[in-house]
């Protein structure tokens, strides 16, 4: 399955027409931070909460390079020649742990996937145990994907490899925020002071939480809309509280009609069908009256305003077909983009300076 | 005729009234006398020169693990944690395996702390067969095997029909029962409690209201029925007000609250209390993780307020130990509670040392307060006090002493614990007031290397 | 630049670097017979604006342009953890396939070589050119590879452990070349 997801991927990033050849030199561009001012000094990618917006851009501006390598018609690079990665997934996920597969192997690493039916994970072995041996294999970075929120903190303060959140329970998802805020870059120039909204179940998604962070530390302005019972507490205050807090400054609207108007894009996120049984929404249906990004609403946006998705859709759920698969929606660049910016993490975090 | 003396300390028995400096004499294990220039003919010295001298602490509240989970906790350990805590009574909850819900259980809990204990232990039995909440255990075999008290602890008595029956019950054997206050269905599996922290981490949080709507239901059974309920772990301002309002209503409720709940914010949970968090990342504590959860700063407030006011009757531990992988994993899959016994006293000082509480008061709620909330004294005459002389004709109180040195500052180190649990979010925090030696019935169960004469 | 003192100052002038630029641009096209198929790729950073430079003295003289690259060899360097310094790599600019080119690779100081052979490793994942020739605009000996550069702008004699610092108006805001001894 990881084989196949890998093809499609090569093609899709071969076929981008703008990323065929090697784009012309722009003789403006090259004169402009000829010399790099940001180090890298992080250990581990946990999250982006505590990013500062120049880290952010080092990792997107090193994503332009990915995007070129590959774009190439054999994307390989030995940048980590020599080192191993292992993808260790306690929830199943086809496309990050594809995404992330590819990007190592792009770069020359291998990479061991760990899945957790196939290991001793489900044999009910401890996480730290199984951090110690994926240690004593003599790993270089563990890509990790857990249902518990924290996970990987706990397993980074036990390693000494290098631990990559692939998405954390409720918690955080990094490199979803990471490639989601380089395509809207990508589309919007600059994200400062744009209008972002994101829509569906806020409460139990890492998309939205980590999201929130790296788009606020760019700059962004950040509303939030959703149910109440998809809301998580302590969102709705000012600016203040959420400094005094440690939450990003965002907004929260309920009504998606008024929380679209002027967006200069809009992010949707999947929603579990298991929420409509656990009480907390009365059917599919009413939530999808009231919060589905559909081309009635999506016109409130500003014109041609993109339209964003982590994968994987319900269509006619969360989003309506004709705009998850309109001229307006992102989420195919999304996908291509979360290799390159899941190679510049590791490229990052391999061979950046160490603290 | 065994004799030990006290000499010099400050005696300090808020059950009494007594705050002087004199020397205490204990005969026979029990208290023989308090004043000066007592005799010292045959008695082995203790100095107390520079220390508080008062009763020993009594633990209304506390999981010892035994029989079932040794691995935890035995009496054995929990009891010598206690000791060196300062506490010289425990009382421990029946969340034991198998359950306190048969007299042949809590005369093995009696038994083993007779064989092995340091420190007096009074059992709690169950309030329903096996904890489960359907069939009332049998109290009154239970009340005549030992148990001072009844209680489905870790777990609410769900069933409001069966907390009043088990009330009625027990008050044939003119004992308590004590709930843990928590509605299931809006805890809703909450891992910590429901507030910012809980977004900032992703953790499914436990409202407080869980707790307050527990609260408030009890407190209508206790109304209706006028029998004395005592709720454990109060932790939240909105269960404090109601345990306020009920009280002046005259209903006979009591109430505890833990050092934990009336020291650290939910905040633990997620930063590091040391201040230097600097570009550290967030803590996702399991040794923080305890039910009731850590509250907010306004809720914390509000606990202190209500033991300062005496709303709240007593300190009480909930020492709840665990092995050490119980605790080394995800956050969701590690198990509630923290090892209390032996920071409970250096904790509760940061209240004095602050000026939230004085002395005398917080030694009050660590004896008196505790004994008059289950009723003790009806077990255990002169209990939590250093009365010479009781009504029942007894010579004094039990000869159960700690000696405190309320300036000296000591550093937490869990691997030094007595208690097999080390699960504790102070690890490496700087405390002052320190517990020196605890005479439990005349006998110096624990001391500093120094101390002893 | 703590820790690191000017010893006799600048060893290129911004004239003696000029002449240097246009001297090897003769030689570029002399050598090549012309500039048909020719294409300039310069090493980030400095090599870039380098490439420039030649491309314009040669439409100078030639009247033709040559096209010019950004050659990023972030990716295939050798040496990264001990250098540990530059990070950052951005996208490879080229302006056409470079398959049965003449390429002249521009690096602004050829020293142990490395960069060199992971631009050749670089290159060479974007297609076969017909030939490589390399342009430094210094050469300061201390050779770890079998590289030599076939144009070079100045032979500057160093110890091991001096610096040599190419500045360029375009990166630095004026053009010199100094030597630096290293001071621990």
């Not at chain 1, 899945?115 to 072995?125: F, L, P, R």
């Not at chain 1, 009231?290 to 014109?303: D, F, I, S, T």
């Not at chain 2, 769900?158 to 928590?182: N, P």
């Amino acid at each position: 399955m990881a084989k196949n997801a890998t093809r499609t991927q090569t093609s899709r990033a071969a076929s981008t027409p703008a990323a065929k050849r090697p784009t012309p030199l722009n003789p403006d561009a090259t004169s402009e931070r000829l010399v790099p001012e940001t180090n890298w000094t992080r250990r581990h990618l946990l999250d982006v909460d505590d990013f500062t917006s120049a880290e952010i851009e080092l990792v997107l501006d090193t994503t332009d390079a990915m995007k070129e390598v590959l774009a190439r018609d054999i994307p390989r690079v030995p940048a980590l020649r020599g080192t191993t990665i292992v993808t260790l997934f306690y929830e199943a996920s086809t496309r990050t742990r594809a995404s992330f597969e590819l990007a190592g192997k792009v770069l020359g690493a291998d990479v061991i996937n760990v899945a957790a039916s196939s290991s001793s994970v489900q044999k009910g072995e401890a996480l730290l145990d199984t951090v110690r041996t994926i240690q004593a294999i003599g790993a270089d970075v563990c890509v990790l994907r857990h249902h518990a929120s924290g996970a990987p903190y706990i397993a980074a303060r036990e390693s000494e490899f290098r631990v990559i959140n692939a998405g954390d329970g409720q918690h955080a998802h990094p490199t979803q925020a990471l490639l989601d805020a380089y395509t809207l870059r990508s589309e919007l120039g600059d994200i400062r002071g744009r209008k972002i909204v994101i829509v569906g179940d806020i409460a139990h998604s890492r998309v939205a939480r980590s999201n929130m962070w790296c788009l606020t530390s760019l700059g962004a302005e950040v509303v939030l809309c959703g149910p109440p019972t998809l809301m998580p507490v302590g969102l709705n205050g000012s600016t203040s509280d959420a400094e005094e807090h440690d939450l990003p400054p965002v907004r929260v609207e309920y009504d998606l009609d008024i929380a679209i108007e002027g967006a200069d894009a809009v992010m949707a996120l999947r929603l579990q069908r298991e929420r409509q049984s656990s009480g907390l929404l009365p059917s599919l249906r009413e939530y999808s009256r009231l919060y589905q990004v559909n081309g009635e609403r999506l016109a409130k946006a500003k014109p041609g305003a993109p339209v964003l998705h982590p994968g994987p859709i319900n269509e006619g759920v969360e989003i309506s077909t004709e705009v998850a698969h309109g001229a307006r929606s992102l989420v195919e660049e999304q996908v291509t983009n979360g290799v390159a910016v899941r190679m510049a993490v590791l490229y990052l975090l391999l061979r950046g300076e160490q603290p | 005729m065994s004799k030990l003396l006290i000499q010099g300390g400050r005696v300090l028995d808020p059950g009494t009234g007594i705050d002087k400096v004199a020397d205490v004499l204990l005969v026979d294990g029990l208290v023989a006398g308090i004043g000066s220039d007592l005799s010292a003919d045959g008695a082995e010295i203790l100095d107390g020169s520079g220390l508080i001298v008062s009763p020993g602490f009594v633990d209304i509240h506390a999981h010892l693990r035994d029989p079932g989970q040794e691995y935890k906790e035995t009496i054995a350990t929990g009891t010598e944690a206690a000791a060196r805590g300062g506490f010289t009574t425990v009382c421990c909850m029946p969340n034991t395996d198998p359950v306190i819900d048969t007299r042949a259980t809590v005369e093995y809990v009696l038994r083993t702390a007779d064989a092995t204990g340091r420190v007096r232990v009074l059992p709690i039995g169950a309030v329903s067969k096996g904890r489960e909440g359907h069939d009332l255990a049998e109290l009154a075999d239970l009340a005549e095997a030992g148990c001072i008290a009844f209680s489905d602890d870790g777990a609410p008595v769900a069933d409001g029909a069966l907390l009043r029956h088990a009330m009625e019950f027990a008050s044939i054997s003119g004992l308590t029962v004590i709930d843990h206050c928590e509605d299931a269905g809006i805890a809703a599996g909450g891992v910590m409690h429901e507030g910012w922290v809980s977004t900032r981490l992703g953790l499914q949080g436990q409202p407080a209201a869980a707790e307050e709507t527990a609260v408030a239901r009890d407190i209508a059974v206790a109304a209706e029925t006028d029998l004395p309920l005592h709720l454990a772990h109060i932790s939240t301002r909105a269960a404090v007000d109601l345990v306020r309002t009920a009280k002046q209503r005259g209903l006979p409720i009591t109430a505890e609250v833990t050092p934990h709940h009336l020291t650290l914010t939910h905040e633990a949970v997620a930063f590091s209390q040391n201040g230097s968090n600097g570009n550290a990342t967030l803590l996702y504590d399991t040794n923080a993780k305890v039910n009731p959860p850590l509250r907010t700063a306004d809720d914390v407030a509000a606990c202190v307020e209500a033991l300062r006011e005496g709303v709240i009757d007593a300190i009480a531990t909930d020492h709840a130990p665990h092995a050490d992988y119980e605790k080394a994993c995800e956050f969701d899959e590690a198990v509630f509670g923290i090892s209390g016994l032996e920071t409970a006293f250096g904790l509760c000082m940061t209240l004095v040392r602050s000026g939230d509480l004085d002395l005398p008061t917080l030694i009050e709620r660590l004896t008196a307060g505790p004994v008059r909330a289950l009723g003790l004294e009806r077990s255990v005459p002169g209990l939590g006090s250093l009365a010479e002389g009781l009504p029942a004709g007894q010579a004094g109180a039990p000869g159960d002493i700690v000696l405190i040195d309320p300036e000296a500052e000591w550093t937490v180190e869990p691997e030094r614990f007595a208690s097999k649990g080390r699960n504790t979010p102070l690890a490496g925090r700087t405390l002052m007031g320190k517990v020196v030696a605890t005479v439990y019935g005349g006998e110096v169960v624990w001391a500093e290397e120094k101390v002893p004469a | 630049m703590g820790g690191i003192v000017l010893s006799n100052g600048a060893v290129m002038s911004a004239d003696e670097i000029r002449r240097a630029i246009v001297r090897i641009a003769h030689e570029i096209v002399e050598q090549n017979a012309g500039v048909s198929d020719l294409m300039l790729v310069g090493m980030r950073t400095r090599g870039v604006p380098l490439a420039e430079r030649l491309a314009a003295a040669i439409r100078e003289f030639e009247g033709e342009t040559v096209g010019v690259g950004a050659l990023d060899i972030g990716l295939y360097r050798d040496d990264l953890p001990a250098l540990g310094t530059k990070v950052e790599i951005k996208p490879s600019e080229l302006p056409q396939d470079i398959a049965g080119k003449r390429l002249v690779l521009v690096d602004d100081v050829l020293y142990t070589g490395r960069s060199i052979r992971a631009a050749l490793d670089a290159l060479i994942d974007y297609g076969r050119p017909e030939r490589i020739q390399l342009a430094v605009l210094v050469d300061r000996g201390h050779r770890e590879l079998p590289i030599r550069a076939d144009f070079v702008g100045k032979n500057i004699p160093t110890a091991k452990d001096d610096d040599v610092l190419v500045q360029l108006e375009e990166s630095d805001g004026k053009d010199q070349v100094i030597v630096t001894e290293r001071r621990d």
